[in-house]
T-cell receptor, first 114, second 112 residues
């Protein structure tokens, strides 16, 4: 089954404690992306990657890091989480070969930073 | 710049009512247009899409027509069900190498 998986689904942590949210896709997609979803603000892109070893900032990259060492994985790293990073996070992937291809989303990770 | 504007929610309707959620866009070039749906506790999933002017996307009884002259992609359904309660996002993409741009989402609640 074609899917994007994220782990963990729920995470409660404290300020300053480094954490990683994993993302994996099994569709051989080149493009992968991270979003955060906050009430009233919709979806905002954090980082994206066009292919292995190619990453770039989205609209709200401050406080986040990513890496793309393998095509299927795109982890999101919070080196020193702060309460304003409490949010719902989504990973997504899509093909870049043809116009109009849909973006597949993971189930989401709800992060609370106290 | 490129942007998507959709009607503010929440929208509350009775079962079997007619639904319209408005979406307009601003884009350089010729975008592809999408509607995504997010059911409670889940990620977004593609509902329908249209890749060129006058195309009509449809799925699960929902429809939307790509109107270049009015830069719109309004979502419609003739008879909504309680199971349609969700958040709906209008979105566009300019090219395969660019990012997808989302509207702010419209929460739809259907009462029995």
């Amino acid at each position: 089954e074609a899917q994007v998986t994220q782990n963990p689904r729920y995470l409660i942590t404290v300020t300053g404690k480094k954490l990683t949210v994993t993302c994996s896709q099994n569709m051989n997609h080149e493009y992968m992306s991270w979003y955060r979803q906050d009430p009233g603000l919709g979806l905002r892109q954090i980082y994206y990657s066009m292919n292995v070893e190619v990453t770039d900032k989205g609209d709200v990259p401050e406080g986040y890091k990513v890496s793309r060492k393998e095509k299927r994985n795109f982890p999101l790293i919070l080196e020193s989480p702060s309460p304003n990073q409490t949010s719902l996070y989504f990973c997504a992937s899509r093909d870049t070969g043809t116009r109009g291809y849909e973006q597949y989303f993971g189930p989401g990770t709800r992060l609370t930073v106290t | 710049g490129n942007s998507v504007t959709q009607m503010e929610g929440p929208v509350t309707l009775s079962e079997e009512a007619f639904l319209t959620i408005n979406c307009t866009y601003t884009a350089t070039g010729y975008p592809s247009l999408f509607w995504y749906v997010q059911y409670p506790g889940e990620g977004l999933q593609l509902l329908l899409k249209a890749t060129k002017a006058d195309d009509k996307g449809s799925n699960k009884g929902f429809e939307a027509t790509y109107r270049k002259e009015t830069t719109s992609f309004h979502l419609e359904k003739g008879s909504v069900q309680v199971s349609d309660s969700a958040v709906y996002f209008c979105a566009l993409i300019i090219s395969s190498a660019s990012k997808i741009i989302f509207g702010s989402g419209t929460r739809l609640s259907i009462r029995p």
